[in-house]
């Protein structure tokens, strides 16, 4: 993919909030789980006998209870997006509990930059076939294929050691990237082939090959809608 475009930061901040939320609530889900598993055993004569370990539980079961009313509600796939969710676990052979965060911050990222999420998919399965980590002979990561050495100014403050292998992150990056290649080449099409690292192809083949996948994203929702009609 090209990489020479700068774009404008993403910084609203409910988008933030929710991209943040997405990152981190499988990290908390299991340190609960951990200190679940490893919770010492009171059996119900010893809490019975024990004020203090009652209170304790009652206590805990409290916190917890108000952590998951503080928790941001998760975001919800429109209909558009689960049934193309369904056709790229079919196509790539990739499972729909591994695509639900892609789906994610593609729906989130694409609202907030107004791309179409299924050109943001389309792209990435061109790109990657939806593995995190790809990597190209020369450099590029991710979902989206992006080029670290050229791209680090667009990385969010905040986002790791390794922010091109976050997926949320390297599609907020790579929409950055496609969003201004658009701008600079003046069509959709321009943008792509900028985007593909190809820009003077007179077939335009990289932006034809993507326009592609998302046609056949787009008839998998139509079809999807119209067999629950």
């Given at each position: 993919?090209?990489?020479?475009?700068?774009?404008?930061?993403?910084?609203?901040?409910?988008?933030?909030?929710?991209?943040?939320?997405?990152?981190?609530?499988?990290?908390?889900?299991?340190?609960?789980?951990?200190?679940?598993?490893?919770?010492?055993?009171?059996?119900?004569?010893?809490?019975?006998?024990?004020?203090?370990?009652?209170?304790?539980?009652?206590?805990?079961?409290?916190?917890?209870s108000a952590t998951e009313d503080a928790k941001p509600a998760s975001v919800?796939?429109?209909?558009?997006?689960?049934?193309?969710?369904?056709?790229?676990?079919?196509?790539?052979?990739?499972?729909?509990?591994?695509?639900?965060?892609?789906?994610?911050?593609?729906?989130?990222?694409?609202?907030?930059?107004?791309?179409?999420?299924?050109?943001?998919?389309?792209?990435?399965?061109i790109e990657s076939r939806f593995n995190p980590f790809a990597e190209s002979v020369v450099g590029a990561k991710g979902l989206m294929q992006v080029i670290p050495g050229y791209h680090l100014d667009k990385v969010p403050q905040g986002a790791g050691e390794n922010p091109f292998l976050d997926p949320v992150t390297n599609i907020q990056v790579g929409v950055h990237v496609l969003e201004e290649a658009i701008r600079w080449r003046g069509s959709l099409t321009g943008g792509l082939q900028h985007y593909g690292g190809a820009p003077q192809d007179p077939e335009t083949r990289y932006a034809n090959k993507v326009l592609a996948e998302k046609e056949r994203l787009e008839q998998a929702a139509r079809r999807g809608s119209a067999a629950r009609a």
């Open positions: 993919m090209s990489a020479t475009i700068s774009l404008r930061s993403i910084t609203g901040r409910r988008v933030d909030a929710t991209l943040s939320f997405m990152q981190h609530s499988l990290i908390i889900v299991a340190l609960m789980l951990v200190v679940g598993a490893f919770k010492p055993w009171v059996s119900a004569e010893e809490g019975a006998d024990n004020p203090q370990v009652v209170a304790a539980e009652s206590s805990t079961v409290a916190e917890a919800a796939l429109t209909p558009r997006l689960q049934r193309a969710l369904d056709f790229v676990s079919r196509r790539y052979r990739v499972a729909p509990e591994a695509l639900i965060p892609v789906f994610e911050a593609a729906q989130v990222v694409g609202r907030e930059r107004r791309v179409d999420p299924l050109l943001i998919i389309a792209i990435i399965g």
